[in-house]
Structures are given as structure tokens and as C-alpha cells.
């Protein structure tokens, strides 16, 4: 028996909190129309975002209507929620290339068919920028309190804080309001989701409707996703993991999730998943048998890929994780060798020295891989060090270019993972 929709994002942890339980009924029956908006304040979403965009993706799939709104207009303002410093305003011509970015990547998530439950895709600013300033002072102004607002979390940090919170962030929840207002006249929205940093935002534009309209409608939020060890999931060494290829690549979006704690693979796979709950306690128990094979985290890692990047761009992921193990490296196809080897550090030498017979001894300290011949024999010596994936057994032997990969440039490796990318010149 399949189980209800709210029972399922429950058993998920998706939950943090609903204004109303009446919540849970209507996402049931298929009656939500729900929305969450993404500010473009960057020019990819990142994982915080597609955490929502899941939920609003379980929601269509249970029989609900999704609307997803690009803030070209709160993006000009930028919302304080979660921030103790105010954001840099960005100018038009940088919020116009975020939302068209962002834009692509959104309706690549949901179904945007015709029909009463295809996904709407709205801008705010089409409706934002044409409020005069005395009618925003009166709607949604006059149905707001500045005791409901100073009360908000978002706010009432910022207050508090040496830095305090300029007019402009103070009204992003106004606008927020005023949004939900307008997609509730249009569309019928009764639901706004969102993270639990949200949560004072939604109430605030719930009660605006309230009072307005005479109409009820609702709001639900997910919890903040922590790693086991407290710290926010989302971030690796170089930043915000983001959907874009062009910024975070296909092979570092799968190795994100592929480099998993054991102890997070469970909550990662509910969240990121489509697999059932059943089927994810099965692999979360065969993880746990055999942890060395990472049942969970491949599993996780391949599903998350293909529904980001498609069957191509999980198949380029897998190639390029697969690339520095593979026996013949100069048979890898060059864009999965050259994503693998995105981050590995560089040297180059010219191209001349190999036709003057240079010997590996040279070129490994030349660009300095060992600092002396006698480091270099020694490893050499001991098994560990590698041309272009081939072991190398001789100190005398010479680099030619047939050692050059299709990428153009050698490759040296010393011991099992420190990779030299050593470019032509």
C-alpha cells in the first residue's frame, strides 16, 4: 500500500513545521498549491535550494500543483534571514543574467506541462516594480505590525547585533508577504514552503492574507540539514556545492556525495532520494555489513547525479571517478580525465626537454614531484612513482612524447594519490 504523502515526508525528516495541520490533508488530497521562491543572488541554485525543490517535487508527484518564483524583485533588496552582515545589492544587469540562469535550471526539476497541476515558473519583479511606494506603505504595510516584525528571528538578530539591519532588508518580508498575496489572487496558491530560516517570513505573509483577504492559507517548512557532526551540509572545501556544471563540475557533484560520512547516509538518502523509505533502510543496513564497499553512498551519489546532471552527466561523473584507477589512462576518454584532474595541482616544462632525453629522474625533480635523485630512486625503488599511469621500474628511462596524454600533458603520480598534471610548453 502506498502511504500518504505527508507520511512519507515525515518518515523522511522533512518536516520542522506546519502553521496548521490541516497541512497534511490537503497535500493528501492533491488540493496544495504550493510555492517557494529562489532569490538570484548567484548565478546557479546550490543544494540548500534543491533540497525545496525536491519537496516541491514530492508534492507534484502526490497529485499537488507547484509554483516556484524567481526573485528578480527580492533579489533587489536581498533577504536577511539566516545573515548577520546586510548582502551587497546587486545591479540589474547582474540580477537579469542570475535569473536567466537560475531560470533554465528551475524548470529542469518539475513538470511544467499544461494541466491543472503543471508547475508555474513566476518572476516577483513583474508585479514588484510596478507598487507605487504610498501604496506598499498601505498594502501589505497596514496589515503588518512592526511589533510582528522586531519579533522575527531574522530581524530581531540584526537589531541586536553591531551591525543592525538597514530599512531596505527590513522590508524583504513585506515584499515576501505582498508575493504570496499575489500568487494566492492569481493562482490559488494556499501554501508556501521553505527552509526553517523561512519561517518568520511565511507566518508574516500568512497573517497579511488573513487580514487582507479574509482567506486561510498555510505554510510548511524543512529543517536546517546538518552534517553528524553539527556543522551545515552543503559547503565543501571550495565553497557552495551549486547545479550548475559550469561551477561545481559534474565529477566534484558526484564526489560530494560519493565522500559521505557513514553516519549521515541515511538522512542524505531520505532527502535526496526518491527511493522508499523501505528501500533505503535496506541500504543503509547493507552499508552497515559491508561499509568499506559504500553501498549507500553510491547509491545516493549516482541517484542525485542523474536527476541534476542526466544519464550523460552521471555517466561523465562516473568516468572521470573511475579515470585515475583505470589500467590504461591514456584510453580514458580526455573530458573525464580532464574533469578528474580538475583540482590537481600543476607544473609545466617544455615540450623540448623530452626530445632531448630528459629521463624521469629529471622531469620528477624539474618539476618538482621529488626534491633529489636519491628521493626519487627511493621511490622508484619502492613501487611509487607512476608516468602517465604506467609504474616506472627504471631511474634511467627516458620521457618521450608517447607519454604525453590526450589532455597534453604527462601525468606523474607518487604514491596513491598525489597527481602531478605536467603541462607542455
Not at 122 to 143: A, H
Not at 325 to 344: C, H, K, N, T
Request: proline letters at 2%.
Amino acid at each position: 500500500m502506498t502511504s500518504k504523502v505527508s507520511e512519507d515526508l515525515k518518515r523522511r525528516g522533512l518536516v520542522n513545521q506546519v502553521t496548521s495541520e490541516k497541512v497534511f490533508d490537503l497535500i493528501d488530497k492533491g488540493e496544495a498549491t504550493a510555492y517557494i521562491g529562489f532569490d538570484p543572488t548567484a548565478a546557479s541554485l546550490h543544494l540548500g535550494n534543491l533540497i525545496q525543490l525536491l519537496l516541491l517535487r514530492r508534492l507534484q508527484v502526490g497529485g499537488n500543483r507547484p509554483i516556484v518564483v524567481a526573485g528578480g524583485g527580492t533579489a533587489m533588496v536581498g533577504d536577511p534571514s539566516g545573515r548577520s552582515t546586510e548582502r551587497n545589492l546587486l545591479d540589474d544587469e547582474a540580477i537579469e543574467y542570475n535569473l536567466q540562469r537560475v531560470g533554465q535550471q528551475l524548470q529542469a526539476y518539475l513538470d511544467f506541462s499544461d494541466g491543472p497541476k503543471g508547475a508555474i515558473l513566476v518572476n516577483n519583479r513583474d508585479w514588484l516594480e510596478k507598487i507605487p511606494f504610498i501604496s506598499f506603505l498601505r498594502d501589505p504595510g497596514k496589515f503588518v505590525t512592526i511589533n510582528q516584525m522586531l519579533a522575527k528571528d531574522s530581524v530581531a538578530s540584526r537589531i541586536s547585533s553591531e551591525h543592525g539591519i538597514s530599512f531596505t532588508e527590513f522590508t524583504y518580508m513585506l515584499m515576501q508577504a505582498y508575493d504570496f498575496g499575489q500568487l494566492s489572487d492569481t493562482y490559488g496558491c494556499n501554501m508556501q514552503l521553505g527552509g526553517s530560516d523561512q519561517w518568520g517570513n511565511i507566518t508574516v505573509g500568512i497573517d497579511y492574507i488573513s487580514k487582507s483577504r479574509g482567506r486561510e492559507v498555510y505554510g510548511i517548512t524543512t529543517p536546517l540539514l546538518t552534517k553528524s557532526d553539527g556543522t551545515k551540509f552543503g559547503k565543501s572545501v571550495g565553497g557552495a556545492i551549486y547545479l550548475d556544471s559550469d561551477l561545481t563540475s559534474q565529477y566534484d557533484f558526484y564526489q560530494f556525495f560519493l565522500r559521505s560520512d557513514d553516519g549521515d547516509i541515511e538522512k542524505l538518502l531520505k532527502v535526496f532520494t526518491f527511493f522508499s523509505v523501505d528501500e533505503i533502510d535496506d541500504l543503509v543496513k547493507a552499508s552497515a555489513i559491508a561499509p568499506e564497499k559504500r553501498i549507500g553512498q553510491h547509491a545516493l551519489a549516482r541517484s542525485i547525479t542523474e536527476f541534476v546532471h542526466g544519464k550523460d552527466g552521471l555517466e561523465l561523473a562516473v568516468a572521470a571517478s573511475e579515470a585515475l584507477f583505470a589500467d590504461d589512462i591514456a584510453s580514458v576518454e580526455p573530458s573525464a580525465l580532464r574533469m578528474a584532474l580538475a583540482g590537481a595541482p600543476r607544473a609545466s616544462i617544455a615540450r623540448s626537454r623530452l626530445e632531448g632525453g630528459a629521463t624521469i629522474l629529471d622531469v620528477a625533480i624539474e618539476v618538482g614531484l621529488v626534491s633529489s635523485r636519491s628521493e626519487g630512486r627511493k621511490l622508484i625503488k619502492a613501487g611509487g612513482l607512476y608516468l602517465s599511469g604506467r609504474r616506472v621500474i627504471d631511474e634511467e628511462a627516458l620521457v618521450s612524447s608517447s607519454d604525453e596524454l590526450a589532455i597534453g600533458a604527462l601525468l606523474l603520480r607518487k604514491g596513491k594519490a598525489n597527481y602531478l598534471v605536467v603541462e607542455l610548453k
